[in-house]
């Protein structure tokens, strides 16, 4: 099983092209005037039942007091200032904590919403049962958020995306920070060649990409079956990424 992925010339330049790209930026925003709304955040869940997805239940924190609870009622706590959440979640399997006191910071009106769905995601994926590959772990997740993105019409989530992907790549050639940051390289361009592939296609194979990830939700594939079966890899993912960057 790969943990990290090697720096090379390809990485070096598509990090130059996207440092140099004035088109790639991550939008600023009025911190100050932004405010999250739990119930909003609440109803994030609702997207899946508009996909046909069901979610599994998962183990929380509600009251200090750990139980196995719907994702729709994930515990979440508000700060003083409503400008960001915690989130605590658990392993159904076995009850270890997944993220303790995960703090989502609500740099813009959008960036709560988005966060909730890609942890939620990370609730029905990240266990021994549906992934062989540990550089995928974020794959799913940010494939996800980025289908959230576009319903709510927030045209900017890829190349907030793509700024990431660029700092990470610097982070290659940190010993430290490696194994995180190939994690993320990997699964973030494997996820974008996901969501062009998704996008190029007709609504009969959305529904069956769709159809995939209940499967794997239900752990009764891998998430590797889920790429092999529309030609995923990391190899391809990098050479795609460039007409996505065009298409954005």
């Known amino acids: 099983m790969e943990k990290i992925i090697e720096a090379d010339n390809y990485l070096h330049n598509l990090q130059l092209d996207i440092m140099h790209d004035d088109s790639i930026k991550s939008r600023e925003f009025d911190v100050e005037n932004s405010r999250i709304n739990e119930e909003i955040l609440k109803q994030q869940v609702y997207f899946f039942d508009e996909l046909g997805l069901k979610l599994h239940r998962i183990y929380t924190l509600l009251d200090d007091v750990e139980m196995e609870l719907s994702p729709q009622y994930i515990a979440i706590d508000l700060s003083k200032d409503n400008r960001s959440i915690t989130m605590s979640i658990f392993d159904r399997d076995n009850g270890d904590v997944l993220y303790p006191d995960i703090d989502i910071r609500n740099i813009n009106n959008y960036t709560p919403r988005i966060n909730y769905i890609h942890e939620l995601v990370h609730t029905q994926v990240d266990n021994r049962f549906n992934m062989n590959n540990i550089l995928n772990k974020e794959l799913l997740p940010i494939f996800m958020e980025l289908l959230y993105s576009d319903r709510i019409k927030y045209d900017n989530r890829v190349n907030d995306r793509l700024v990431e992907l660029s700092t990470a790549i610097g982070y290659l050639y940190d010993p430290e920070h490696k194994e995180e940051n190939s994690r993320y390289i990997y699964s973030v361009l494997q996820a974008l060649n996901l969501y062009r592939l998704y996008?190029?296609?007709?609504?009969?194979?959305?529904?069956?990409?769709?159809?995939?990830?209940?499967?794997?939700?239900?752990?009764?594939?891998?998430?590797?079956?889920?790429?092999?079966?529309?030609?995923?890899?990391?190899?391809?993912?990098?050479v795609n990424l460039r007409e996505l960057k065009q298409s954005k």
């Open 199 to 238: 996008n190029r296609s007709n609504e009969e194979v959305k529904k069956e990409i769709i159809r995939y990830i209940q499967l794997l939700f239900n752990r009764d594939i891998y998430l590797e079956e889920l790429l092999d079966k529309y030609n995923i890899n990391y190899d391809n993912s990098k």
